[in-house]
């Protein structure tokens, strides 16, 4: 009975570690993983938000497009013109989950959205 006890704690304790970003919230995950390339850049978050809303117009077709693009970045799926992707180069595959990946793709759109901010 105490060696069954033994692995069960450790079976927690490793699932625990494994979830361990999933328990991050989306503001977490942005910053870390988002914020933390993009703040360097002169093109501003504001401004990449605001082209894939111009190319792609809804909420569900900006996150779809985000996602979509995050993970398997390239030319054709990228909201950035020519030269900027000449400039910025293109970024590799997210390593986020897919979990992950959606929050901080919710945090963004939380954080630029226009609509509802107009008066």
Not at 6 to 28: C, D, H, K, W
Not at 37 to 46: A, G, P, V
Not at 59 to 76: H, I, M, T
Request: glycine share 6%; aromatic share 12%; hydrophobic share 40%.
């Amino acid at each position: 009975m105490e060696k069954i006890k033994e692995i069960v704690i450790v079976l927690l304790l490793l699932f625990s570690a494994a979830q361990g970003g999933e328990q991050m919230s989306g503001e977490e995950i942005y910053q870390q993983n988002c914020m933390k390339c993009h703040k360097q850049m002169s093109l501003t978050m504001q401004k990449i938000f605001m082209r894939y809303l111009l190319k792609y117009s809804s909420e569900v077709s900006v996150k779809s497009a985000l996602f979509d693009f995050l993970r398997e970045p390239n030319y054709f799926t990228s909201a950035l013109r020519k030269d900027q992707i000449m400039r910025y180069g293109l970024k590799g595959k997210s390593t986020l989950t897919d979990r992950q990946l959606r929050k901080a793709i919710d945090t963004y759109w939380e954080r630029y959205k226009i609509f509802g901010k107009l008066k």
